[in-house]
């Protein structure tokens, strides 16, 4: 195979310069930059990485660790993460944890044998010993969607700093709520994910938040738990379709949860929204095709995965400035089956897009009672 002296002697400049050009080092003149590509291209050169990661520690690959990864949410964030890294000239090493405290930790294990230069992680509800090893290998690493809580996340002298990067969860719940509220309803039930996780603490806190603001009381038997997966949340719909005064609205906090609230729904006979209004949180590809088409909360899917590789090249650049938890915002999107005529024409209608960082935080129409806060 073609070597960098070949490429080097082919476009008539040092090995160095073919370096430079290559790695982006250095600047060099454009002309010299052409014939140094002019001559990978003729002969075929590839850049051998095994043996210049040998030299610079660095092997340009991250791993990334998501639980569900055939979930729409997590795909979506896949291909942030992929184009984002691919655009830096990194490639992808993936795992699934399964959300198990165990497994994530030999997941990281596995991705940090592989010497990849940082590491992606959306953890589980108990991440105790993942922080604990990732802290004795001083490994770069972003927590992705689910935020460690302070115990996990303190640093001390010398201690590796973990960055972090989410959507807002509370707010966009308890404009759910309130929304359902201002339609009249004053018994909201809640489908909660798995304990522990900081999504689940959030959506739960949001969903308190917006009862709260419509001046309407918590019925603690209203405010179930689905464990962030279908089957759960069919189970916790039955459960609440079985109380002597069952809710006549429904929040589900995630995708997979929704859909068992539907299949349970079904099962009993009741349909949506003639019998329960029903809102959701993360808007996902066929969430528009039900009849009724469903109002959700779209979470910025993919600029969260571009956002967490952001963050983790900045900390490679700078491995001692300060850690940084970045949260971004959803968009409300306005659909039927919370008991509203659809159409854009209706305030506080939003179009079906997955936001960016810029888009606006959630506005709380004024013919709405409650706040998004």
């Not at 073609?2 to 080092?25: C, E, F, I, Q, Y």
């Not at 008991?339 to 959630?362: I, K, M």
Request: proline letters at 9%.
């Amino acid at each position: 195979m073609p070597t960098m002296a070949d490429v080097a002697r082919s476009a008539g400049v040092s090995v160095a310069t073919v370096s430079h050009v290559l790695n982006g080092t250095r600047p060099v003149l454009p002309g010299t930059r052409q014939a140094v590509l002019d001559a990978v291209d003729a002969l075929g050169y590839t850049p051998n990485t095994l043996a210049r990661s040998l030299v610079t520690a660095r092997t340009r690959s991250i791993g990334l660790a998501v639980s569900a990864i055939s979930n729409p949410y997590f795909t979506e964030i896949l291909q942030g993460v992929e184009a984002a890294a691919l655009h830096a000239g990194y490639g992808l090493l993936l795992a699934d944890p399964h959300d198990d405290p165990g497994h994530e930790q030999k997941v990281a294990r596995l991705l940090h044998e592989r010497r990849v230069d940082g590491m992606i992680i959306a953890p589980s509800a108990q991440p105790g010993e993942l922080v604990g090893y990732l802290r004795r290998h001083a490994v770069p690493t972003v927590f992705l969607d689910r935020l460690i809580d302070g115990a996990d996340a303190a640093v001390g002298p010398g201690a590796p700093r973990f960055d972090q990067v989410c959507a807002e969860s509370a707010g966009p719940t308890a404009r759910l709520v309130a929304h359902l509220a201002g339609l009249g309803h004053r018994r909201i039930g809640l489908v909660a994910g798995l304990p522990g996780l900081s999504t689940t603490r959030e959506r739960v806190a949001g969903y308190r938040d917006g009862l709260a603001a419509a001046g309407l009381p918590l019925d603690d038997r209203l405010l179930v738990s689905g464990n962030s997966e279908s089957a759960g949340a069919e189970r916790a719909t039955a459960a609440l379709l079985a109380l002597p005064d069952p809710p006549t609205a429904l929040v589900t906090a995630n995708n997979a949860m929704t859909l068992g609230a539907l299949r349970a729904l079904a099962g009993n006979g009741l349909s949506v929204p003639g019998d329960l209004a029903l809102c959701c949180f993360d808007d996902f590809p066929w969430a528009d095709l039900f009849s009724p088409r469903l109002t959700a909360i779209a979470q910025p899917s993919r600029e969260l995965g571009a956002q967490a590789v952001r963050l983790l090249l900045e900390r490679l650049a700078e491995p001692d400035r300060p850690p940084r938890t970045v949260r971004l915002p959803c968009a409300f999107v306005h659909r039927g089956s919370c008991g509203c005529p659809e159409g854009p024409e209706r305030p506080g209608a939003a179009p079906h897009t997955v936001p960016s960082a810029l888009s606006e935080p959630l506005p709380v129409p004024p013919s709405e009672k409650g706040t998004a806060s």
